[in-house]
């Protein structure tokens, strides 16, 4: 895992020094990361803006050319920020707002190698976990029925049907409902993978075996309808697929769908 941090401070001699002792510290847990330095408030707000910034943890300094890294922190958690938060500054008597942000430690200047170690390694370990959490969540669907929390494998799922006012979950493991909406459950998948095949039936296309005119087929010899509304990005996603394995096997294969 490459740890991605953004550091805010407006003094050159501090910002190389701790550019300096965070890629050290790096080195001696054998692990990467990726530092990006902002001098102003304006210029670290405006990356944190963007919703790929990337970025797992900041480094802030408190007083940046009159302005408060305090407010920067206050303000990405507010916009959704879910990384880990540091400060490293000589301003001591803003430990107890530090701690309002729930940040993971507070650096006196000048920094000293073993205080910054101790707060990377955190760092890193609690981002770690995080970034472990968030891949699990990928592989699971949960909801509730009957009272009931059930988790289950997404691999496992061959598609899913709107029935009246239920939804209906086929899987390899048996037949699950809720009372959640089609397009509630559909918006936490991954839509590369699960697509509409017909209104009110999502596919899991993993599970897809051959496309026809009006027929997806999936596994366990299970026929879906398919309208001409999703026949053009199912059929895509088929010739693609094909496309892969052909090229694996170093021939090549016919796009049966680009006329759709």
């Not at 073993?114 to 969540?137: D, H, M, P, V």
């Not at 095949?197 to 596919?203: F, L, N, T």
Request: hydrophobic residues 40%; proline residues 2%.
């Amino acid at each position: 895992m490459i740890m991605r941090i953004a550091i805010l401070e407006d003094e050159q001699i501090h910002r190389d020094n701790l550019v300096l002792l965070t890629e050290s510290c790096f080195r001696q847990m054998n692990e990467q990361c990726e530092i990006t330095c902002f001098e102003t408030v304006e210029a670290i707000e405006e990356a944190l803006e963007k919703p790929d910034n990337g970025f797992s943890l900041m480094m802030l300094d408190i007083d940046v050319n009159g302005k408060n890294g305090l407010d920067v922190a206050i303000k990405a958690q507010r916009n959704g920020f879910k990384g880990v938060i540091c400060f490293v500054t000589s301003h001591t008597e803003y430990t107890r707002e530090a701690f309002l942000v729930e940040a993971i430690g507070y650096i006196e200047k000048p920094v000293k190698y073993e205080n910054l170690y101790s707060i990377l390694n955190k760092a890193y370990i609690i981002t770690g976990y995080k970034f472990e959490q968030e891949e699990i969540k990928k592989k699971v669907l949960e909801f509730k029925s009957g009272g009931r929390t059930h988790r289950i494998l997404l691999d496992t799922v061959l598609y899913m049907e709107k029935v009246r006012n239920k939804l209906v979950i086929y899987t390899e493991r048996g037949v699950f409902t809720c009372y959640e909406s089609l397009k509630q459950v559909y918006e936490r998948l991954n839509q590369n993978k699960f697509v509409y095949c017909h209104e009110g039936i999502v596919v899991n296309f993993d599970k897809v075996v051959s496309l026809s005119d009006e027929i997806v087929l999936i596994a366990d010899s299970c026929e879906l309808p398919m309208s001409r509304k999703c026949a053009k990005q199912l059929g895509k996603m088929f010739d693609d697929r094909l496309q892969m394995y052909a090229k694996e096997k170093g021939t090549t294969a016919p796009r049966y769908f680009d006329n759709l």
